[in-house]
């Protein structure tokens, strides 16, 4: 394993890896961390007491952040006429139908970072499968990425909407934030992240279901955190 940083090592001076911190007690920790020359993302990681082998134990859902950070992520929605006005008022950046996925094919031009859908232009969306899937871009039933009320749809995912999923590891990643907001703000997105992982637990998974949880940050040590 590469040595690391100074800045690395300066942060996980601070950390004691035998204690489990509350989550107050964490954010005040990585306040503390030396600065990068970026603004990083603090992060909660969950390993779960699931089998994500089994379909019945697979944990995904989303959850809407109380204090969006970062860039504005932009947001291409594929509807009929009828929607299009609902969706440009309701913050969609790109709107159309199916003019707009041949536009797409033709110039295979991939310009936004998130697509959703209504139900009628699924069928409509088969074409470009093979492009948006690889990509993670393709709508979505469980990211609610394709839904009829484009209005609530496209607000919470400019609100800030996350959506989380189990890897083959029974492990949780979740962005919470970024270090320039206040330790309020902060703690408010951590336990709502705790909540939408509590309430996505399978009724399948017997025992512990979280197992343990560590918050972070993009290029920081891990901090091992007590959930109440």
């Known amino acids: 394993m590469p040595k690391q940083g100074k800045t690395y090592q300066a942060a996980a001076s601070l950390i004691d890896k035998k204690k489990s911190y ?19 993302t603090v992060e909660i990681h969950f390993h779960l007491g699931v ?18 950070a970062g860039k ?4 291409i929605a594929f509807v009929t006429t009828g929607d299009e ?6 913050g969609a950046d790109i709107v159309g139908g199916e003019e707009l996925v041949e536009e797409i094919i033709k110039s295979g031009k991939l310009d936004f970072d998130i697509a959703v859908a209504t139900p009628a232009m699924m069928p409509k969306l088969a074409k470009l499968a093979k492009t948006l899937g690889p990509k993670g871009l393709m709508p979505n039933p469980k990211t609610d990425t394709v839904s009829a009320n484009v209005t609530k ?12 999923k189990c890897d083959d590891t029974a492990n949780v990643h979740i962005p919470v934030g970024k270090r320039s907001q206040t330790a309020e703000q902060l703690k408010e997105n951590i336990l709502l992240a705790t909540e939408a992982i509590k309430r996505a637990k399978p009724t399948s998974s017997k025992g512990v279901y979280i197992q343990s949880s ?11 955190v007590a959930l109440a």
């Open 214 to 224: 560590f918050v972070t940050t993009t290029m920081g040590p891990s901090i091992k």
């Open 51 to 68: 089998d994500p082998k089994k379909g019945d134990q697979q944990v995904r859902s989303t959850f809407v952040l109380a204090h969006s």
């Open 85 to 90: 006005a609902a969706a440009k008022e309701a």
């Open 72 to 75: 504005p992520k932009r947001i």
């Open 22 to 40: 509350s989550v107050d007690d964490a954010i005040a920790l990585i306040q503390k961390f030396p600065k990068r020359e970026f603004d990083e």
């Open 153 to 164: 749809m496209i607000g919470e995912l400019r609100r800030g909407k996350i959506a989380f």
